[in-house]
């Protein structure tokens, strides 16, 4: 999608500090943090929202989770723990329309989340 | 896992509001919920944490995010927004070591989450 920010970075077209790429999955560092670590795990196919998943994306969106789990284990947040969130539209206030799994740890989270 | 309460509500050894179940997932309402909906997803397959989730779990785990939305479909707020999230160990308060996705909407949420 062309004119997407996401398919932009996966794309090399806007600088992201990516911590993560394999053929499926990128990651990168939140540009506006929320907790000491904030990495946004994204899969390369535009999908605007959990809600447009098709049967066909479940492998990758599963990846999305386990991909988060690697870093956490790099970051050495894993055992402590850490937080998976996806925000679909506004009252959730996604911001970008292709799908992120916002991967936060390294300090106590409350709850509820939001 | 025999001493796993979600393990439990999957074989119907503990009473639980179910409201999918297929061969891989079931959802049921959470006991203690945080949003007008609040309805939790896990893979029939015990796995404590997402750091535990292998390459075979893909499939499944991505299958939590489709069901999630299907069911934010079903009860009327995929368009206005939910948020999705899973708690990984204390400092995110996973209470119950069997992986699961907390499906909430019916209210706009705030940013962090938690």
Same mark, same amino acid.
């Given at each position: 999608? *062309?004119?997407? +920010?996401?398919?932009?970075?996966? /794309?090399?077209?806007?600088?992201?500090?990516?911590?993560? /790429? $394999? !053929? $499926?999955?990128?990651?990168? !560092? !939140?540009?506006?943090?929320?907790? *000491?670590?904030?990495? +946004?795990?994204? =899969?390369?196919? &535009?999908?605007?929202?959990?809600? $447009? +998943?098709? =049967?066909? $994306? !479940?492998?990758?969106?599963?990846? +999305?989770?386990? #991909?988060?789990?690697?870093?956490?284990?790099?970051?050495?947040?894993?055992?402590?723990?850490?937080?998976?969130?996806?925000?679909?539209?506004?009252?959730?206030?996604?911001? #970008?329309?292709?799908?992120?799994? &916002?991967?936060?740890?390294?300090? *106590?989270?409350?709850? =509820?989340?939001?």
């Amino acid at each position: 999608m *062309p004119d997407c +920010l996401f398919c932009q970075i996966v /794309e090399g077209k806007i600088p992201a500090k990516k911590v993560y /790429e $394999d !053929d $499926d999955v990128v990651a990168f !560092d !939140d540009i506006q943090p929320q907790a *000491p670590v904030h990495v +946004l795990v994204i =899969p390369k196919k &535009h999908v605007a929202t959990l809600n $447009d +998943l098709s =049967p066909q $994306d !479940d492998a990758v969106a599963g990846k +999305l989770f386990r #991909v988060a789990a690697q870093l956490a284990k790099q970051r050495g947040i894993a055992d402590r723990g850490w937080r998976a969130t996806v925000n679909v539209n506004r009252d959730a206030h996604q911001l #970008v329309f292709h799908v992120h799994l &916002h991967l936060m740890g390294g300090r *106590p989270f409350g709850w =509820p989340p939001g």
